[in-house]
């Protein structure tokens, strides 16, 4: 499948993004086997970004066992283009694509369902269906989970990589769930798939540099969602770079140091807080579609190289 990157780096000095929680390393040793034992894999991706927010380990990995995507944060995404990755995704042999909001029990009571018609033989007394449920951090792995059981039984917070230890989930329905530590790539070669990520929160703060990353963002909008970035901040005209919009945002919400100077750092901060609250609109980072050569030739830039 190829993908459509609305991000232009060119130009701009880039940090290298390199995060990769110690834990996951051994995750993915725990993952493969835990796979053997199970009927159904659910993978939680993020709906404004469903290629950069998936962990690509898992194609290798899962045979011909039934593969639920999970387009979480549906109500945050762009709707026409989930609807087109919904109809990429289905392309895919034994992949069926879900999109829903993780804490909305009417749209997540889909899941179960859709388990038990993909695995028919299961699910019943004395044959419960299992199924793991798989996630890189912070797309709502964990909040989906207390959806389906109807109570508190995974940890959820906004800090990315909060849950660190596997456990069994009986929802009493037939279905017993395997919840997993959340998953990122421990070698992040693809940056505008990084700065996607980190633009939407899924990177822990301290792998990033905030206003590097809302520039990244910042420049993405003006692209791609021009519209939505000047009705948010009511801007009769935009600046031509991503720093000049930066600073009028900055302005706009009050992030002013001594002189009335902008302090690009907080200004990102909040213009991330906002973007990732979905007050600029429903946002999509990325679609599919031909690929433009965008993110190879992005790769290629001094500062986005892989380290």
């Known amino acids: 499948m190829s993908i ?44 404004r970004l469903p290629a950069s927010s998936s962990n690509h380990l898992l194609e290798e990995l899962r045979g011909n066992k039934p593969y639920i995507k999970v387009m979480n944060k549906n109500d945050l995404a762009d709707p ?16 069926r694509a879900l999109p829903l909001s993780a ?39 964990s ?11 995974a940890k959820v917070g906004d800090k990315p990589a909060i849950t660190n230890c596997t456990q069994q989930i ?11 530590p959340g998953l990122l790539w421990p070698d992040m070669t693809d940056q505008v798939a990084a700065y996607r990520l980190a633009s939407s929160g899924a990177i822990g703060a301290g792998a990033l540099d905030y206003t590097k990353v809302g520039l990244f963002a910042v420049e993405f909008m003006m692209r791609r969602y021009r519209e939505k970035l000047r009705n948010r901040y009511k801007f009769t005209d935009l600046a031509d770079s991503d720093t000049a919009v930066l600073e009028q945002i900055g302005r706009r919400l009050g992030c002013l140091v001594g002189g009335g100077e902008v302090d690009l750092h907080r200004a990102a901060e909040a213009f991330l807080r906002e973007l990732r609250a979905g007050k600029l609109g429903r946002v999509s980072f990325e679609e599919p579609g031909q690929d433009t050569g965008a993110a190879t030739d992005d790769r290629e830039k001094p500062g986005i190289q892989p380290t």
């Open 4 to 47: 459509l990157v609305y991000f232009n780096t060119e130009g701009f000095n880039h940090m290298t993004i390199d995060w990769f929680p110690g834990h996951m390393g051994k995750a993915h040793q725990d993952i493969s086997e835990l796979i053997r034992t199970v009927h159904v894999i659910i993978e939680v991706l993020d709906a």
């Open 80 to 95: 026409a283009v989930t609807k087109a990755w919904v109809r990429a995704l289905e392309k895919q042999t034994g992949i």
């Open 103 to 141: 804490n909305k029990f009417r749209e997540v009571n889909q899941l179960p369902r859709l388990c038990l018609r993909l695995a028919p033989t299961r699910g019943m007394p004395g044959r419960p269906l299992r199924a793991m449920v798989i996630g890189i951090p912070n797309v709502g792995k």
């Open 143 to 153: 909040t989906l989970i207390n959806t389906l059981a109807g109570k508190r039984m």
């Open 170 to 180: 009986d929802l009493r329905n037939g279905i017993i769930l395997s919840d997993t």
